[in-house]
């Protein structure tokens, strides 16, 4: 019983440090692949845990193989997005201007029932308070009421680390273009931008990307 105990603890502080370079999120927010690399580690886990004659090495060493291999894609996803899209996909608009993308939902295999639950979710309960609704790479989903169109117009990344998204620039009727003249009239290059977002009245804001420490104030127009 003790043996057991001590290999139980071994793998769970193994484990814990594991997740920990996988960064914090919630399970409702775990990436495709992050997801996957879960249920593995659980399935692992338990194989040394139950059966004293399999080596805890044996159980340690998968565990780590995933964290790493989990790392590597990380860090590739960082520096090419359309590596990211592959692996994590993008965001999808099932709801535009009040109507809804019958054609998305169907793509993302989502139900009518799973729409209205998730809109309930964001404490909405009538189809005419949504203005826009996004469904995130992590299945979450994002509501953008009617009521708060009034006050701002909705901003979407046209920009995120030096690299500009098309997709998104068309979403609010813009072009690479468009973007390209904003940051030639402030002097700034691409590639030193963190993150741009934009509206369909043109309206922006840049952040640059931290030089030497340094945080940079927005740049709005």
């Not at 139950?50 to 590739?76: D, Q, R, T, W, Y």
């Not at 169907?106 to 949504?130: H, Q, Y």
């Not at 979407?156 to 998104?168: F, H, N, P, Q, S």
């Amino acid at each position: 019983m003790s043996i057991m105990l001590i290999r139980t603890f071994l793998l769970y502080i193994i484990i814990l440090f594991s997740v920990r370079f996988m960064g914090k999120r919630q399970m409702g927010e775990l990436q495709p692949s992050e997801l996957v690399i879960t249920i593995l580690i659980s399935n692992i886990v338990t194989q040394p845990i139950e059966n004293e004659n399999i080596p805890i090495l044996m159980g340690i060493l998968p565990i780590l193989a995933l964290i790493s291999f989990e790392v590597i894609i990380s860090a590739i996803s960082m520096k090419s997005g359309k590596f990211r899209q592959i692996i994590t996909g993008r965001p999808k608009v099932i709801i535009c201007n009040g109507h809804i993308d019958q054609k998305t939902l169907k793509e993302l295999r989502f139900s009518a029932e799973d729409m209205l639950a998730s809109l309930r979710g964001n404490d909405i309960f009538s189809l005419e308070d949504v203005d826009y609704a996004i469904v995130e790479t992590t299945g979450s989903v994002s509501v953008y009421k009617k009521s708060d169109s009034q006050q701002n117009e909705m901003q979407t990344a046209v920009v995120i680390d030096g690299k500009y998204r098309t997709t998104e620039l068309e979403f609010i009727g813009k072009s690479k273009k468009w973007a390209e003249s904003i940051l030639n009239k402030k002097n700034l290059q691409v590639k030193n931008i963190y993150l741009m977002m934009a509206n369909t009245k043109g309206e922006y804001d840049i952040i640059k990307k931290e030089e030497n420490g340094e945080s940079n104030d927005k740049i709005k127009n």
